[in-house]
């Protein structure tokens, strides 16, 4: 079965990463967690203290999908971007494992 990674970049305006931080735990992260998101890991970059990186992990696209549906992604993005310098980035990759790539090499 397929699994998936969400990933949110955003730079947060000086002064407002915590409350961007908080905006992101509630709008998205605990409502995806009670859709089947299995993992959410945020990151800040060390040369750049106001860029974030949020990840969600999905073991299944279903679930990742149905989620994406309930979620008012663009009412979220336009009240998330109060608390950012740029526009926020997402993309969803879909997770490779060690086995499918030796897979494609041994075909």
């Known amino acids: ?4 990674q969400v990933v949110f970049s955003l730079h947060f305006k ?4 915590h409350q961007g931080m908080q905006f992101v735990e509630n709008k998205y992260a605990k409502k995806a967690i009670e859709s089947g998101l ?3 890991r945020a990151w800040q970059d060390i040369n750049d203290p106001s860029h ?4 969600g992990h999905w073991n299944n ?3 990742l999908h ?4 309930q979620a008012n992604w663009e009412a979220a ?7 950012c310098s740029q526009p926020p980035k997402k993309a969803i990759y879909k997770i490779l494992d060690k086995a499918q790539g030796q897979q494609r090499r041994a075909a």
């Open 1 to 4: 079965m397929d699994k998936f």
């Open 61 to 63: 696209k279903e679930l």
């Open 14 to 17: 000086k002064g407002m990463e």
């Open 52 to 55: 974030y990186i949020f990840t």
């Open 66 to 69: 149905k989620y994406q549906s």
């Open 77 to 83: 993005q336009r009240e998330l971007t109060q608390y």
């Open 38 to 40: 299995q993992e959410f």
